[in-house]
């Protein structure tokens, strides 16, 4: 198909190292380097992805407190799936191409070497959606009129078809108020006055912006198209877009939907169901429980974002409106009312 072709011409170099079959004795995907090099090469089998300000880093603190999961030694994201790989900056507000791409042996050493019993774990978040700029990125356009030739979720299971997937979301609205301020204060180089007021007025226009092109292409297009707006992503909050893509190719047992708002308010029977969908080994409570007690939340809201106070009222009413009809669906497609974000 028209997707294999661009997978191989963005990526031969991946789908050339590729083995016919990985190490039965190891719980992640590895293979024999070869007696040059000796040890082995792995892959994740396991990939935390999305969304932006969803609670993900966190998560991948609190998994990686589990003896049997394990980090890549570079750390939480590398973003090679979506970014790197095609010559991508990691940082997704630095536009243009970097040179050279990043090749996947550079990206496999940095995942680092990895125990039998261990799942490594990738947390790069832009792998649930990130294919921006497909349109000048890839070499091999595809049905133009749908979107990117190829999806990240397709990649993923073209190379390793049983690896786990664990998808955080968050209510699609906090979600982008939390976004829209933090990347502005982070040293992103956006240096720009944000308050409630300019929020909402980027929000209606992206919105609106966002609705014109469902009303001439397809939902799928619309979600991928590098007209989005990255300083207010609103995209992003429609969901289904990318869930729908993960389950197109990944059957159901092997992906997991988390809600932060659940995994903040439950954290201890949230890693519970997370381990057992992962198939590790269960932990003991109370050492679990101290440690949830005693570790810092990551990446909590600033002071200077803080201080901007909550959005207005009527712009939350607006993206409520905004987000209800993607929501509902999500909900449906996983069968489960969490994902509703009724207030």
């Not at 990526?11 to 590729?18: A, F, R, W």
């Not at 070497?113 to 700029?133: K, P, R, T």
């Not at 939350?316 to 069968?335: C, D, M």
Request: charged share 25%; with cysteine.
């Amino acid at each position: 198909s028209s997707g294999i072709n661009a997978e191989y011409g963005e990526s031969p170099d991946v789908l050339s190292s590729l083995p016919s079959s990985f190490l039965p004795s190891h719980r992640s995907f590895c293979w024999p380097r070869g007696t040059l090099f000796g040890g082995n090469w792995c892959l994740p089998a396991v990939y935390l992805a999305g969304m932006p300000k969803c609670g993900s880093t966190d998560l991948f603190e609190k998994l990686t407190w589990h003896p049997e999961l394990r980090g890549a030694r570079s750390g939480k994201e590398n973003h090679y799936w979506a970014r790197t790989r095609i010559g991508k900056s990691a940082n997704h507000l630095i536009k243009g191409r970097i040179a050279p791409k990043r090749t996947f042996r550079s990206y496999l050493a940095s995942l680092g070497s990895v125990g039998q019993n261990e799942l490594l774990i990738d947390g790069s978040q832009s792998l649930a959606w990130d294919s921006m700029g497909w349109e000048e990125w890839y070499w091999y356009g595809g049905n133009v009129s749908d979107g990117p030739p190829y999806t990240n979720a397709q990649l993923i299971h073209r190379i390793t078809p049983n690896v786990k997937i664990i998808l955080i979301l968050r209510d699609p609205v906090t979600r982008l108020y939390s976004d829209y301020l933090y990347f502005n204060n982070q040293g992103f180089g956006i240096h720009e006055v944000r308050t409630t007021e300019t929020f909402d007025e980027a929000v209606r226009e992206e919105a609106r912006r966002f609705r014109k092109c469902v009303s001439n292409h397809t939902l799928h297009y619309c979600c991928y198209s590098s007209e989005n707006n990255p300083k207010v992503r609103v995209w992003i909050g429609v969901y289904i877009c990318f869930v729908r893509d993960w389950l197109a190719v990944f059957p159901r047992d092997q992906l997991m939907a988390v809600s932060l708002e659940d995994y903040s308010q439950y954290s201890q029977s949230t890693l519970n169901r997370i381990y057992q969908f992962l198939g590790v080994s269960k932990v003991d409570q109370g050492k679990l429980g101290v440690f949830l007690g005693t570790a810092k939340k990551a990446n909590k809201r600033p002071v200077n974002e803080r201080s901007k106070g909550d959005m207005r009222p009527d712009t939350e009413l607006f993206l409520r409106e905004f987000y209800s009809p993607y929501n509902s669906e999500v909900a449906r497609l996983l069968n489960d009312t969490r994902f509703l974000y009724k207030k």
